[in-house]
């Protein structure tokens, strides 16, 4: 079991462009999550999936954050437009859903310069 | 909604010492609270969950759950130089599938 995986786990784009980050839930898990942690707000919950479907997106800057979960293996989020206050860590975790243990992956570094 | 608060922000302890980590959560609804640990570069990892009230252990590991004052404390007996970490406390709200929300964390040193 490799856990979760991200890529890249670093990755610089210039002011306006986009991002594209990747996650791999860990398989048979039913629920995806996507976290933003910086060193100013923590961690804070973006967006989660249960079955691929979205559910919850109530932590997501809605202009230029989406994400998406095309099949149970893969997320990606998505930021357009990037500006300087989008650099953070940005967390992937998957969970059999429930009261269960939530297993994060190593993030990705977005720096926005 | 929920809130979640911890303290100290940062703690340093001798080799061997107990930590103790404070946290407080804002809806007497949470279903359970979790403690994370994480190290620099990498992902959280749970450590301890508890739902009921009253007290929990593992290994080394006690934790406290009152859930009439919304307090829950984490007690790291003989602290080790690896257990140098931040440590954070999250919780389930009932309801929420799993949704965590946590707190700011507490970063932990112990020195040798």
């Known amino acids: 079991n490799a856990g979760v995986i991200q890529t890249p786990r670093h990755k610089v784009t210039g002011k306006g462009q986009e991002a594209t980050l990747w996650c791999e839930p860990i398989s048979g898990h039913s629920a995806v999550f996507w976290y933003r942690q910086t060193i100013v707000q923590g961690l804070e919950f973006l967006t989660y999936f249960r079955n691929q479907a979205p559910i919850d997106d109530s932590g997501m800057p809605k202009e230029r954050f989406s994400a998406q979960m095309p099949n149970q293996s893969h997320s990606t989020l998505k930021i357009q437009s990037t500006q300087p206050q989008d650099s953070a860590v940005y967390l992937c975790a998957s969970s059999h859903g429930g009261n269960t243990e939530v297993f994060f992956g190593k993030g990705t570094r977005l720096t926005v310069v | 909604q929920e809130k979640v608060q911890q303290s100290p922000e940062s703690l340093i302890v001798p080799e061997g010492a107990m930590s103790s980590l404070n946290c407080t959560f804002s809806?007497?609804?949470?279903?359970s609270i979790w403690w994370y640990q994480q190290h620099p570069g990498k992902g959280p990892e749970a450590l301890i969950s508890i739902f009921s009230n009253g007290n929990k252990k593992e290994g080394r590991l006690t934790v406290y759950l009152n859930r009439a004052s919304l307090h829950v404390s984490l007690h790291i007996r003989d602290s080790q130089p690896s257990d140098s970490a931040v440590y954070l406390c999250a919780a389930l709200l009932s309801g929420s599938f799993n949704k965590l929300t946590f707190g700011a964390g507490t970063r932990l040193a112990v020195c040798p």
């Open positions: 809806n007497s609804a949470s279903q």
